[in-house]
């Protein structure tokens, strides 16, 4: 599985969430919206990515930056 945590620019946690995969390459999709189901604000994400394996063991966590841009309908994001 693959633990997802979403932080805003100023650092403030505003989603987390797990996703079942497998070892190698994922495609792992953010809808924009925080916990509580509302869509955030438009400005820059830091989307970090920790894999567990079943045993309960972690790998590196990985990091990517999002620009979110709501009234595009678009979620972009660049490598960090």
């Not at 945590?5 to 079942?20: D, E, I, M, Q």
């Not at 916990?35 to 438009?42: E, F, H, M, Y």
């Amino acid at each position: 599985s693959v633990r997802v945590v979403v932080r805003n620019s100023s650092g403030k946690v505003v989603r987390r969430f797990t996703r079942p995969g497998k070892r190698g390459t994922a495609t792992i999709t953010w809808g924009g919206r925080d916990d509580a189901g509302r869509i955030v604000r438009d400005g820059r994400y830091r989307l970090s990515f920790t894999p567990r394996d079943k045993a309960g063991n972690t790998g590196s966590t990985r990091a990517v930056s999002a620009l979110v841009l709501t009234s595009a309908k678009a979620l972009h994001q660049s490598r960090t």
